[in-house]
């Protein structure tokens, strides 16, 4: 068999003896599907001298876009667990 370079979702480089697992592809998939390229950053975990933003818009949010959203980045921060705390 050959090495193996993106298995669900991870992306896995092979050296000697060695070897490194990172998200980083499906991190910048998750942006770009659901277009946050120019969303504002925010520290993690949790900054505590954020406010909560006013969004009384009378647009509605689709729900089936939200739980993509939601299972996505579940999925992404299993192996995050700073980014875990800040999602949960």
């Known amino acids: ?6 298995f ?3 992306e896995v480089w092979q050296g000697y003896g060695e070897f490194f697992v990172s998200q980083g592809k499906y991190a910048f ?5 659901f277009h946050m390229k120019h969303c504002k950053p ?4 949790l900054a ?3 406010r909560k ?3 009384t818009s009378s647009e509605e949010v689709d ?3 939200y739980r993509q959203i939601l299972g996505s980045l579940m999925y992404l921060v299993n192996t995050i667990p700073d980014m875990c705390y800040a999602l949960n």
């Open 53 to 55: 933003e006013n969004v």
């Open 63 to 65: 729900a089936t876009i």
């Open 29 to 33: 998939e998750i942006i770009q599907r």
């Open 8 to 10: 669900l979702k991870l």
């Open 1 to 6: 068999m050959s090495l193996m370079y993106y």
């Open 48 to 50: 505590t001298n954020s």
């Open 42 to 45: 925010i520290d993690t975990p």
